[in-house]
Every structure is written in C-alpha cells, then in structure tokens.
C-alpha cells in the first residue's frame, strides 16, 4: 500500500501511455472536506465530484485502462443526513441524464453494482436506460457502486447459491469460490488490479471485499475533486513498476 503523491525523482508519467492496468477502482472520497474548507455546503462538493468522474472517464482509455469501478454511495452512506442523501440521489440522477449521450458517444458501457430496491425509483430507471443503452460499447466498462458495500453484496452472493441449491439449479460441484463469484454483482467483470482512495484516508470501507482480494492500493491526500487526470497517470506510472506475484515466491 503506497501513499502518494510520488517521490519527485521517479519517472514522469507521459500522456497517452497504456500502463498496464486494466481495471482501476476508485473510492471517490474528499467531496464534503473539499467543499466545507472553501466555506461551502458539502453538496458543492458532491456537484463538483460529479465534474472529476467525466474528466477521469475520458482519460482512462488514453492511459490503457478498460475497466473504471467508482464508489458512488454506500450502505453505510444512508447514515448521513437527509439533504445530503437526497441531495445526492439528485446529483446521480442528474448525471445520468446529462451525460448519456457522450457516455454513448465515447463507447463508454456504464454498469451499476449494489442495492437498488431502496433507491428512488426515477433514478433506479434511468440508471436501467443507460445500462440497456450503452450495452453493446466497449471502449470502457464504467460500473459505478450505489447503495453497495462488500459485505452486504457477499451475503447476497451467498443466499443466491444457497437458494440456487435448494431449488436444484446448482450442486455440489457449484459450491465452490467460483460459483459465489458468478453470483456477485460484478459477475463477468475482471478484478480490480489497482485500488485508490482519496483524501488521505487509508481504509479500503467495504468496497470490493472479495474482487480486491489481490489488487494493489495506492492511497492519496488529495480531495476527491481536486484528482485529476495527471494524478491518475502518475499512479498508473508507478504501478506499472511494481511486481505482483498473487501470493507466490519471487
């Protein structure tokens, strides 16, 4: 686990670079801390959050990278006060209308992972549209988590084989790492390789508990909104220089 910025003397990363990384998980974190140190409501610092995953979903295919999964909103996230909660159901829907059609446009596949029975149900329909709309591009898989925490989608992944059993749809054979994975949320999708988390925290908060088993994780100071695309190569430059061994010996 590595905490950036970098040091001065590495490598600078060069624009339109593949590094190497397939998939890039972001946990999206600093919206709030950034608004209220300018005096602002935290929601500011939601809209402008909102403004960074366009710039960064732009510039992730120049730098490789074919998967970008970003933590929107928590199961624990219910916990926060009803206007920003509110507030922030209206920011996803908002970007959802807004960005369809240059998400269609740059061949971006949009996804959602997590709870949707609890959500509004506009916003549950139009993320539904913008997934059937998007399907067939291939330029980048975009999966934003809503409503998601690993442990809740784990419990879920597991009541699904359980069921799946007992209803003759899966056997003993299928009781294995395998047959749970493909009744994730992310089933289909490859793991993460790399995880960052802004801000300067250092936890990894329930996101992705099974599909991080083995990725890397870069942790940064900077907010969420100030996280920009230069920041973005610089970590890619330097995971690329790491060695992972998956557990084996060097």
Known sequence: M?????????PAPVSGVDYGVGHVAIIMDGNGRWAT???WPRLAGHRKGAERIKEIVRA??????????VYAFSTENWKRSTEEVLGLMGIFARYIEKEADELASLGVRMRFIGERGRLDGRLARLMSGIEERTAVNTRLNLTVAINYGGRNELARAAARLARDFAEGRA???????AGLADRLDTAGL???????????????????????????????PTLWPDFSPEELATILNRFGRRERRFGGAK
């Open 190 to 220: 490859p793991d993460p390789d790399l995880v960052i988390r802004t801000s300067g925290e250092t936890r990894t908060s329930n996101f992705l508990a099974w599909q991080a088993a083995y990725a890397e994780y870069e942790f940064t």
């Open 60 to 69: 992730a295919p120049e730098m490789g990278v074919t998967h970008l999964t």
């Open 2 to 10: 590595v905490m950036s910025p970098s040091d001065p003397t590495e």
């Open 37 to 39: 140190n300018r005096g």
């Open 171 to 177: 056997t003993e054979a299928d009781l294995t790492e």
